[in-house]
């Protein structure tokens, strides 16, 4: 068989079934739409440079073990001041 014959055999194949051709074109429209969405938030948020960062590879995380350090502390404890 040629491609040309297997094409119209498809096409004469998904008109037999319009039910599960609606199936697959909406199966297969909301996989590339839902694909779509996660590569473009990941890209957004995990890959794009930061805004108004001018060397964010320079960036640094301070932690302790301890917990002296917390990520939603405000002031600066005396162990982030002994880092810096």
């Given amino acids: 068989m040629s ?3 297997d094409v119209r055999f498809g096409i004469r194949m998904l008109r037999k079934s319009p039910t599960f ?3 697959a074109v909406l199966a297969l429209g909301l ?3 839902a694909n779509t969405t996660v590569f473009t938030w990941l ?3 995990l890959l794009a440079p930061l805004p108004g960062v001018a060397e964010g590879d320079r960036l640094v995380t301070l932690s302790s073990a301890r ?3 917390r990520a939603s502390s ?3 404890s005396p162990t982030t001041r002994r880092w810096a």
């Fill in 31 to 33: 996989g590339v739409g």
């Fill in 74 to 76: 405000r002031r600066a």
């Fill in 67 to 69: 917990g002296e350090c």
């Fill in 3 to 5: 491609l040309v014959q």
């Fill in 21 to 23: 051709t609606m199936a």
């Fill in 43 to 45: 890209k957004a948020v």
